[in-house]
Nanobody, 122 residues
C-alpha cells in the first residue's frame, strides 16, 4: 500500500519560512497527483496546493498564492511545500495527499500522510 511521510513542520515567527517534505512509497510516484492540505483547530480541512504528475501544473488556494510554492522530485518520490512570509493564520496541521486522478477537494484523496504541525507565532 501507499505510505506518505511528512516532515519539516515546526514553530516559526511570522514572516519566516518553512519547507515541508513528503516522501512517498508503495506506488510509482509519477503516477500520483500530489497535494497539501491543512486543518486548523475547529476548522475544516482545506486544500493548500496541488501539483500534477510531472510538475507541469500547480495550483494554490488564494490565501497562499505568491507565498507558498509546491514542487516535486520524482526521482526522490518526494513532494515539497515551500512556505514563505508565514502568517499566524497559517497555523495548522499540514497533510500530504495523493491521488491517482485529479485533486481539488479532500474527497478526491486516495492516500493521506499523518500530518505535521506548523505553528506561526506573532
Amino acid at each position: 500500500q501507499v505510505q506518505l511521510a511528512e516532515s519539516g513542520g515546526g514553530l516559526v515567527q511570522a514572516g519566516g519560512s518553512l519547507r515541508l517534505s513528503c516522501a512517498a512509497s508503495g506506488l510509482i510516484f509519477s503516477r500520483l497527483t500530489m497535494g497539501w492540505f491543512r486543518q486548523a483547530p475547529g476548522k475544516e480541512r482545506e486544500i493548500v496546493a496541488a501539483i500534477t504528475r510531472y510538475g507541469g501544473a500547480t495550483d494554490y488556494r488564494d490565501s497562499v498564492k505568491g507565498r507558498f510554492f509546491i514542487s516535486r522530485d520524482n526521482a526522490k518520490s518526494t513532494v515539497y511545500l515551500q512556505m514563505n512570509s508565514l502568517k499566524p493564520e497559517d497555523t495548522a496541521v499540514y497533510y500530504c495527499a495523493a491521488t491517482q486522478r485529479g485533486l481539488t477537494v479532500s474527497t478526491d484523496v486516495d492516500y493521506w500522510g499523518q500530518g505535521t504541525q506548523v505553528t506561526v507565532s506573532s
